[in-house]
């Protein structure tokens, strides 16, 4: 995933997004959920997806999102600067080591960008004048969020769990990725739906739901086994469901 601050100096990635994201592929892929069919729909009407359309999604990961999307029969871009995930990228999807602020693609080559649970990482302002670079005349970003509903005991129980060891606020926590869209120039307002989406998983797939969080992933083994350990304790032999909004966020591109 693209940095919100590019701290590292080869990567220019965000610490946690580069370690965090690189040790947990196979938990992300297994815990993180996918997106509900009714939000892929919207998305999909809404970008006009299907043959003979380009379609970017701009820091891929595992590819939760490049999946739907490809079903749609558009032609897809994949970018995802983190090697360990993009090798776990589908095939029918044409994957390239790249990030927001310096998309690979040529000018005026896509007719849409979609990015699922990432923009909070991207330095908004040069991420949002590269994604215009990139859509043509006509074409459209939306942005894609899995969140846990707080109002949930099982999220809240989870969250005392994980907020000691976050380190910082996010700005997906805090919304502060929506300056950004504030100030722009380049997109329209962000028109918003909201679609319920709800996962079951056992012990084993709660583990593997918040070992896949960037700063959790990035803990020393001792203190990521001991955190896991009382995440497996939450779930006990029933398994839980988790819910989530997945909230879709859309602009237009001017000019």
């Known amino acids: 995933m693209s940095a919100l601050l590019a701290e590292d100096p080869v990567t220019g990635l965000h610490p946690a997004a580069s370690a965090g994201f690189a040790r947990s592929v196979a938990a992300y892929e297994r815990g993180r959920p996918g997106y509900p069919p009714v939000a892929v729909d919207f998305l999909a009407a809404r970008l006009r997806l299907g043959p003979g359309r380009t379609v970017v999604d701009l820091a891929a990961g595992t590819g939760k999102l490049t999946r739907p999307l490809l079903a749609t029969g558009a ?20 994957a390239v080591d790249g990030t927001a602020e310096a998309i690979p693609l040529a000018t005026a080559s896509a007719d849409a960008v979609a990015v699922a649970q990432a923009f909070h990482w991207f330095d908004g302002d040069a991420a949002l004048a590269e994604i215009h670079r990139v859509l043509r005349p006509g074409g459209a970003l939306a942005l894609v969020w899995n969140r846990r509903r707080m109002d949930d ?11 000691p060891h976050r380190g910082h606020t996010s700005a997906l926590r805090t919304g502060a990725w929506r300056a950004a869209f504030e100030r722009t120039k380049l997109f329209g307002p962000l028109e918003e739906r909201v679609f319920p989406n709800e996962q079951s998983l056992d012990a084993d797939g709660l583990a593997d739901r918040i070992a896949s969080v960037s700063f959790i992933a990035a803990l020393d083994e001792k ?26 966020q859309l602009a237009d591109r001017l000019g």
């Open 153 to 163: 005991p099982l999220n809240q129980a989870i969250e005392e769990l994980i907020a």
């Open 75 to 94: 032609e897809l871009v994949a970018v995802e600067p983190v090697a360990e995930m993009r090798a776990a990228l589908p095939a029918g999807a044409r």
């Open 223 to 248: 203190e990521r086994t001991k955190v896991l350990r009382a995440v497996r304790a939450l779930a006990g032999a029933a398994g839980v469901t988790i819910r989530h909004d997945t909230e879709v």
